[in-house]
């Protein structure tokens, strides 16, 4: 480190010229980054659970590419809201990208004509607005079993129009495009009815637009408030302005790496400009804290910058190398955004690490003031180091009853990590006071939910589905799975053959009274050959080409992935009793959401380990002691207790957004505590004795550990205020993390020292 230091200090302009040139060179990547959100970036191309979702989508297309559009009026059959309903359709499709647009005044009839079927509208549009008496359509639109729970509840005063956007055209930009669109149309008629818009597409791109909003808003406040308590603490503009000017790049070459190499925004790597906002005021910090005790010790501004490069330089190097490793064993994962999240982050640090070595001693040779903190003006370091002496003092005097009081309260903490639930669900992370889930509660209420489960039944042989059995089996299916409250309706070949037997039968629909299925596999083909007639389109909605393959839809609650899971595992074996010969695939976006969150348990379990793991042999590297090295992971797992006990007694899941809480936690306390470590191996080579090394630590390392800590507290307390609960509640729990980690650190972990009294192999 020496030799390095006194380099960049002979060529201290080509230093600021190089970092200026990368960091401009920077901002044209970094401005273009992309954010997306969709539940296949979660897996692997090769996963099984996407090999499946791509058989529905080969054979009937994507069940995630309809936005939908509805309204609630008692006079919903009158002659003016029709006409209203009819101009917001056509406006409708004039918008681009839109495959179809589909409302009740598109819905046929299915009619018997002499033994022949027909298809007719329910509505005649020229009856508009003269006629107003639409009684005898509404009893029967409200009874048909395709309308009911898609475009009209059964009580006829809610209403739903579905825009189909273009597969090939369905992309982050055009939706945004369709949703403005979707709002000019609207806002004429917004003072007549309350309108709500829903559907996963629409969910994903608001989700997006909220989230990039917020991004700017943490680094916006995080930002303020670092700054605020730089200035309280320093009271010189060169204590605020070179940590901030570390994170800022930092930030702006970790999005333009980002950028370049394929990545985007998403839910997890949102996170990350918080982190790193943190992580390098964190090394500057420690690294300023040194170059203003080596020159209060009467060092020479040279002398100061080496002896801060060697004395933290190598330390600090190793907190960034071991909070990176936490965060890179998320590369294990098999959910692909937790693997880019710790790739990206892991880089954020190191870069970190390296534009602080740079710039910092640069920087500082330039500097005209003796030091970065002002001791005339200044009062919080004075204070703090009168404080720490204390609790040196206490650690000393105490250390058995602060080891086994820290013991103590880790225990009752690990006891809430036994009540933590792993439950996830596709609309997570909003609070449901905003208008984005108030519109997808309007549906589940009046409708029907947007959660779709898709069962593909495969009977291995062309015409298979022409079946009286197996639609007899697929309605007992359905009953099956009615009985489930969370499951509001299910749709399929069997429905409509029901539809279609009934009329040729001639029978009017009776309320209560199940609809039948022809007891012949002849009439079905009889019926299946009319419907190719007409160009039925929900034949083609429910069948494949060759009718070898047949679809079921069951409109879902957004239950979440542990009762998902629950009801998947119940209705296995029905699906074995009922369809032993035919092959079923249980799918659609609702199974994606729920066995996502079973991956990222295994996930998180398995990166924890590597991380934990690693952190040891290099602990144990560093005082080649394997005592010292169990003696250091203390501090470093009683802040992930922690945060797991608080998640467990407050009922918070495990869930895509809230895992990877664990891996900042462990980030967070791997930090902190090997600053200490590092500090106190420096002091014990100086002075051959443990207990004035330890001493000597915790004041001027812990100086810089509380300092740090207050402005982890800054910066990652600003996620509190987010619209994302799941956000919200890591802002909470980092936070938890950061103070649990801090009194580990000062407290438990140089008692541990005094008490067991290893041998040191230095």
Request: charged share 20%; with cysteine; net charge negative.
């Amino acid at each position: 480190m020496k030799r390095f230091g006194e380099i960049i200090l002979a060529h201290p302009k080509s230093v600021l010229f190089g970092l200026t040139v990368i960091l401009f060179i920077s901002i044209f990547p970094a401005s273009n980054i992309r954010t997306d959100f969709n539940l296949e970036g979660f897996y692997p191309e090769d996963d099984p659970v996407i090999a499946d979702y791509e058989k529905l989508e080969e054979e009937f297309g994507r069940d995630d590419n309809s936005i939908i559009i509805g309204f609630q009026s008692d006079s919903l059959f009158s002659g003016k809201v029709l006409t209203d309903l009819n101009n917001i359709t056509e406006q409708f499709r004039e918008i681009d990208y839109l495959n179809e647009v589909i409302s009740i005044l598109d819905a046929q009839e299915i009619k018997s004509i002499e033994g022949d079927l027909s298809f007719d509208p329910y509505f005649d549009l020229t009856e508009f607005p003269q006629n107003d008496d639409f009684s005898e359509i509404r009893k029967n639109i409200t009874q048909d079993p395709f309308l009911t729970g898609t475009l009209i509840n059964e009580t006829g005063n809610a209403t739903a129009i579905v825009l189909r956007i273009n597969e090939e055209e369905n992309t982050f930009f055009n939706r945004n495009d369709i949703i403005g669109s979707v709002n000019e149309v609207l806002a004429d008629y917004r003072s007549d009815y309350e309108f709500h818009i829903s559907g996963i597409p629409y969910f994903r791109n608001q989700y997006v637009n909220l989230l990039n909003g917020e991004i700017v808003m943490y680094i916006a406040i995080s930002s303020i408030l670092i700054i605020l308590l730089l200035w309280y603490i320093y009271r010189t503009i060169w204590g605020v302005l070179f940590p901030m000017v570390i994170v800022w790049s930092t930030l702006l070459l970790t999005v333009a790496i980002i950028q370049l190499t394929g990545g985007y925004l998403e839910i997890m790597s949102s996170t990350i400009a918080p982190i790193l906002l943190c992580v390098g005021v964190a090394d500057a910090i420690h690294m300023i804290s040194k170059y203003d005790d080596a020159r209060e010790s009467g060092f020479s501004k040279h002398n100061s910058i080496i002896e801060m490069l060697m004395t933290l330089g190598s330390a600090t190097f190793l907190t960034s190398v071991t909070t990176a490793i936490g965060f890179a064993t998320l590369m294990t994962s098999t959910v692909m955004p937790m693997r880019r999240f710790g790739i990206y982050t892991a880089l954020g640090v190191l870069l970190a690490y390296v534009i602080t070595i740079f710039f910092l001693p640069v920087i500082l040779s330039r500097l005209k003031s003796k030091r970065i903190f002002d001791e005339k003006t200044g009062s919080f370091y004075p204070l703090l180091q009168k404080w720490l002496y204390k609790i040196s003092s206490l650690n000393r005097l105490n250390y058995r009853k602060v080891v086994v009081f820290g013991l103590l309260t880790t225990i009752l903490f690990s006891i809430g990590i036994t009540k933590i639930d792993v439950n996830g669900k596709v609309f997570d992370d909003v609070s449901d006071d905003t208008e984005l889930m108030q519109d997808s509660y309007f549906f589940t209420d009046n409708i029907a939910p947007q959660f779709p489960m898709e069962f593909l039944i495969n009977t291995g042989e062309p015409e298979g589905v022409i079946s009286s059995d197996l639609l007899k089996r697929v309605a007992q299916f359905e009953e099956k799975l009615l009985e489930y409250p969370e499951i509001h309706k299910v749709a399929g070949l069997h429905t409509l053959i029901k539809e279609v037997h009934r009329v040729l039968s001639e029978k009017e629909r009776e309320p209560g009274i199940e609809l039948s299925l022809p007891d012949s596999d002849s009439a079905i083909a009889q019926y299946i050959l009319l419907m190719e007639i007409n160009e039925a389109d929900e034949l083609y909605n429910l069948v494949d080409f060759d009718y070898r393959k047949l679809r079921i839809t069951a409109q879902t609650e957004d239950a979440g992935s542990k009762r998902i899971n629950e009801i998947r595992d119940e209705f296995r074996s029905e699906m074995e009793t009922l369809f032993p010969n035919e092959e079923v695939t249980v799918t659609g976006t609702t199974i994606l959401s729920a066995d996502l969150t079973d991956k990222i348990v295994y996930s998180l379990a398995w990166s924890i380990l590597l991380a934990v793991l690693a952190i040891t042999i290099i602990m144990a590297m560093l005082f080649k002691s394997f005592k010292m090295a169990l003696i250091a992971l203390v501090p470093n797992l009683i802040p992930l207790i922690i945060v797991g006990g608080v998640m467990g007694f407050a009922g918070v899941d495990i869930k895509p957004s809230t895992a990877v809480i664990f891996t900042i936690a462990l980030g967070i306390a791997v930090d902190d505590s090997i600053h200490y470590l590092a500090r106190f191996r420096i002091e014990y080579l100086r002075r051959k004795a443990m207990f004035p090394s330890l001493t000597a630590t915790t004041v001027r390392t812990g100086r810089a550990i509380v300092v740090t800590s207050l402005i982890l507290v800054a910066g990652f307390g600003t996620l509190i205020t987010s619209a994302f609960t799941s956000t919200a509640m890591m802002g909470i729990l980092v936070c938890t993390t950061i103070v649990g980690a801090l009194l580990a650190d000062l407290f438990v972990l140089p008692s541990l020292f005094y008490w067991l009294k290893p041998k040191l192999k230095i």
